[in-house]
T-cell receptor, first 114, second 112 residues
Framework: SAVISQKPSRDICQRGTSLTIQCQVD?????MFWYRQQPGQSLTLIATANQGSEATYESGFVIDKFPISRPNLTFSTLTVSNMSPEDSSIYLC???????????FGSGTRLTVV | SQQGEEDPQALSIQEGENATMNCSYKTSINNLQWYRQNSGRGLVHLIL?????REKHSGRLRVTLDTSKKSSSLLITASRAADTASYFC????????????FGKGTKLTVNP
């Protein structure tokens, strides 16, 4: 299965600023997924990132707030823009090697906005 | 949005006992997966069961799937303190999107 390196593992940020989270995969994958996990909650899909095309955002998430880059088949970034305390969450990236395979997740970025 | 519900929301047992967690979902699925999360870290894939399968085993894990009831269960036998974690079911609804929709999770505590 794939191995994902996600950075940073945690950060404390001031409101109004932006944070960029990186995910590096050790193999080429078509789709990468970005999830948010609010405190004590389950995971909610933010967007699907395909190489060479615009990311596909889920309802309630917009590109201006969560811009995503996918420059190649092994790397993606998620930016949390103009942060507010409500953005305090764990953000996770994930990939799936093939249909009907389990997904691999990064170790998560714990973001606190003060 | 969440695909469904897991119950119980929290479960506390003694080491050596079995733990059973249930998951219900709303739409037809391609497969259903179970994940473990330790202390808010990354998720670890445990087991995947396809829509045409009814039961699957992996070590101390047993998963069942009832597509007529849109439900699944995860059984952990002979639990250990190291099994303490949150467990999530997730459904792949197919259609080529390959995205997972997660349930709310069960927080399992195994007391030594």
């Amino acid at each position: 299965s794939a191995v994902i390196s996600q950075k940073p593992s945690r950060d404390i940020c001031q409101r109004g600023t932006s944070l960029t989270i990186q995910c590096q995969v050790d193999s080429q994958v078509t789709m990468m997924f970005w999830y948010r996990q609010q405190p004590g909650q389950s995971l909610t899909l933010i967007a699907t990132a395909n190489q060479g095309s615009e990311a596909t955002y889920e309802s309630g998430f917009v590109i201006d707030k969560f811009p995503i880059s996918r420059p190649n088949l092994t790397f993606s970034t998620l930016t949390v823009s103009n942060m507010s305390p409500e953005d305090s969450s764990i953000y996770l990236c994930s990939v799936v090697p093939a249909v009907n395979y389990g997904y691999t997740f990064g170790s998560g970025t714990r973001l606190t906005v003060v | 949005s969440q695909q469904g519900e897991e119950d119980p929301q929290a479960l506390s047992i003694q080491e050596g006992e079995n733990a059973t967690m249930n998951c219900s979902y709303k739409t037809s699925i391609n497969n259903l997966q179970w994940y473990r999360q330790n202390s808010g870290r990354g998720l670890v894939h445990l087991i995947l069961i396809r829509s045409n399968e009814r039961e699957k085993h992996s070590g101390r894990l047993r998963v069942t799937l009832d597509t007529s009831k849109k439900s699944s269960s995860l059984l952990i036998t002979a639990s250990r303190a190291a099994d303490t974690a949150s467990y999530f079911c997730a459904t792949d609804v197919g259609g080529g999107s390959e995205k997972l929709v997660f349930g709310k999770g069960t927080k399992l505590t195994v007391n030594p």
